[in-house]
C-alpha cells in the first residue's frame, strides 16, 4: 500500500505543473485560501 502511493506521488509532481502554468496555481492557491477563510467564518458563525 506505501509502495503504491509513493509511486503515484511521483508520478505526478506538483512542482512541474506550477511550473508550467502559473497562473492556474495562483488560481489554486487564492482558492485555497478562501475556502479556508469561509470555513473559519462558519465555524466562528457555529460556536
Keep these: 500500500m506505501t509502495r503504491t502511493q509513493k509511486n503515484q506521488r511521483t508520478q505526478r509532481p506538483r ?3 506550477y511550473k ?8 489554486h492557491l487564492s482558492a485555497s485560501a478562501l475556502r479556508c477563510f ?5 465555524l466562528a458563525e457555529t460556536f
Design 38 to 42: 469561509y470555513r473559519a467564518r462558519s
Design 20 to 27: 508550467c502554468s502559473p497562473a492556474s496555481s495562483v488560481f
Design 15 to 17: 512542482s512541474d505543473l
